[in-house]
């Protein structure tokens, strides 16, 4: 059982950066693959960046490739998200979730969190 508790929003102007921190509980955090999701107003929720187990490993959206970047910290049972140059279509609520594979696909993951709204005015 893991649980996920997001934090990190807020708004920023286009152009800038935040860091979202994804705090997790359970003895085997550090043998799940972290993922990161957003879901902007009348959209379905998307993929936005995933990290392996030892951090070893990364993937992320073309959306944001290059902007944003997802590490964690196994000691600390913390998953961040480095958004950088950030846009209005940036705009959403941000999940943090978990998973015992290595896999950008939304219904693969069993554990999440309650979200982080990000909003980036134009």
């Known amino acids: 059982q893991v649980q996920l508790v997001e934090s990190g929003g807020g708004l920023v102007q286009a152009g800038g950066s935040l860091r979202l921190s994804c705090a997790a509980s359970?003895?085997?955090?550090?043998?799940?693959?972290m993922g990161w999701f957003r879901q902007a107003p009348g959209k379905e929720r998307e993929f936005v960046a995933v990290?392996?187990?030892?951090?070893?490993?990364?993937y992320y959206a073309d959306s944001v490739k290059g902007r944003f970047t997802i590490s964690r910290d196994n000691a600390k049972n913390m998953v961040y998200l480095q958004m950088n140059s950030l846009k209005p279509e940036d705009t959403a609520v941000y999940y943090c979730?978990?998973?015992?594979?290595?896999?950008?696909?939304?219904?693969?993951?069993?554990?999440w969190g309650q979200g982080t709204q990000v909003t980036v005015s134009s």
């Open positions: 990290i392996s187990w030892s951090g070893g490993s990364t």
């Open positions: 359970g003895r085997t955090f550090s043998s799940y693959a």
């Open positions: 979730a978990a998973d015992p594979n290595f896999s950008p696909t939304l219904y693969e993951y069993h554990y």
